[in-house]
């Protein structure tokens, strides 16, 4: 019996545009995914599918039906499927390389008040694209609380080459904080124009080589700081962090709106310390309330992006990893890097004897 002839180049990426991409609402052949097709007469299919992020959450079902897809055509023998990923510049922005050579996206992490976990959330961020295989580096704009340098416990000071900072590096993720210039304990006694200023520099003269992403954990509030970001630079997005009580949740969404106000999307409200794990009883404890940030999500119009638990060992230097990357050696996705809650508290009662302390 004679075996069927190959698929044409036609046949094959008709049954691939069945992908859809479920962020960008389009199928993975008008995206421009599918490259380098090759059919060869024998039957073997050959092309490599590349993704927009390597974090992308659903890499692996991408794969799969793929694979299925270009398998199931008739006369293929065989599929070679390769997985790349090409981080491209903000859709609809100017480029950051215009303003800092070699980045090709901007992510700011901000909040309303201080003392919410953003530089713990900015620092997890960060090194969960950059274990997804991205090329990331974390600029601690927080000119008057730089929290990276003693969160990751770095005290070494960056060398200049070229008139050019050359960043420090931790987890395969670069690094530039005010901290590392200054000192973790000099206070910073500056006017806003001074603090403008410095974030220009450590945004245009410092070496960061080339980046996908380039995480900025911003001071919080919505002063110089952050209108000088987010003037100078096309950030692809800003994610708010927040806890719980309606202090903080209150002046979160007033950041959010700022944002949205400079033409800054908002990629999502983060809730952390939503929760604790009592180490007595092993019960959930909701100390702050919980699913605020999810019920302003949905007023807003705007995602969020999960709630996160409280760790007493999150509170100490990051001395071997970030806590919420050292469960497991392949990272989540980068809008889920941490494993979040979406469901109603439960009513929590202490099983252990005497109270829980």
Known sequence: MLSSAPPSTDQVLAVLAAIQDPDLGRDVVSLGMIKDLVIAGNGRVAFTFELTTPACPVRDRFQTMAHKLVSDLPGVTAVDLKMTANVRSAFNRPNPTQVIPGVKQAIAVASGKGGVGKSTVAINLACALGLSGARVGLLDADIYGPSIPGMLGIQ???????????????????????????????????????????????????????????????????????????????????????????????????ALQMFRGLNVSPLGLVENMSWFVCGRCSEEHFIFDHGGAERAARRLGCRTSGAYRLRRRSARRLTRAPRWLSRNQTPPAPRHFARSRQRSPPESRCRASGSCR
């Open 156 to 254: 070494d000071s960056p060398k200049v080459v070229d008139q050019k900072l050359v960043p420090l590096e931790a987890f395969g993720v670069k690094l530039m904080s005010i901290g590392f210039l200054a000192g973790a304990d000099k206070a910073m006694v500056w006017r806003g124009p001074m603090v403008a200023r410095a974030i220009e520099q450590m945004l245009t003269d410092v070496s960061w080589g080339e980046l996908d992403y380039l995480v900025i954990d911003l001071p919080p509030g919505t002063g110089d700081a952050s209108l000088t970001l987010a003037q100078a630079v096309p950030l692809a997005g800003v994610a708010i962090v927040c806890t719980p009580q309606s202090a903080a949740l209150n002046i979160a969404v007033k």
